[in-house]
């Protein structure tokens, strides 16, 4: 796992249930579809943190409904629901929509994500960015407006190929004795 996850204002972790694949319960893979929406949104900065999590079933075991974006698997496709929080404050998820696919369910999300990142402001966390721009223009956004929708996902797409997957790595990987001022006496020398 990359340094960072765990305090960047960025995505956090998805949290995920078992899902089809081990229990009898599940409706759908959740664990895969988990893995692949951190793939997708992994490494992307938000205005703060971002926290999912996908429950394979209405059972909920991943807690699905108290993240910033939560997914529950049911028969006939993913229940994509937003706004929700368990920290200081303590709130229920809100029905975004409803899609039959993965793929449905990945833009949908890639399209919110960036919608909050583009409307936002620093440190403003996804439940309270909600409660101020209403449910209902989020869904307009992107729900409704198909057009709007991939647009907004391309524009996350385009962010996430330029930036650096791990900005951490290559400072693990100095010398212990490594000091800033090293390297800008090097390029002076140079
Ligand atoms: S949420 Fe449903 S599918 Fe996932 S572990 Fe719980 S019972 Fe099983």
Redesign the pocket.
């Given at each position: 796992m990359v340094s960072g996850h765990a305090y960047s204002k960025g995505l956090r972790t998805v949290k995920?249930?078992?899902?089809?694949e081990?229990?009898?319960?599940?409706?759908q893979d959740?664990t895969g579809l988990g893995i692949k929406l951190e793939k997708l949104l992994w490494g992307s900065w938000t205005p703060a943190k971002v926290k999912l999590a996908v429950?394979?079933?209405?059972?909920?075991?991943?807690e699905a409904t108290c993240k910033d974006v939560g997914v529950?698997?049911v028969d006939s496709g993913y229940q994509i629901s937003v706004a929700g929080a368990a920290g200081m404050d303590v709130k229920e998820t809100e029905l975004l929509c409803t899609v039959a696919t993965e793929e449905e369910a990945m833009e949908v999300i890639a399209a919110f994500v960036q919608l909050y990142r583009e409307n936002s402001r620093y440190l403003h966390r996804i439940y309270k960015w909600v409660a101020k721009v209403g449910l209902d223009w989020c869904k307009a956004q992107v729900v409704a407006d198909l057009e709007n929708r991939r647009a907004l996902a391309d524009r996350f797409e385009l962010s996430q190929s330029v930036y650096r997957r791990d900005p951490w790595a290559e400072h693990a990987q100095r010398p212990a004795d490594w000091a800033p001022m090293m390297d800008l006496t090097r390029e002076a020398a140079e």
């Open positions: 995920t249930c078992v899902g089809s081990f229990c009898r319960f599940g409706t959740s429950s394979g079933c209405p059972r909920n075991c991943a529950v698997c």
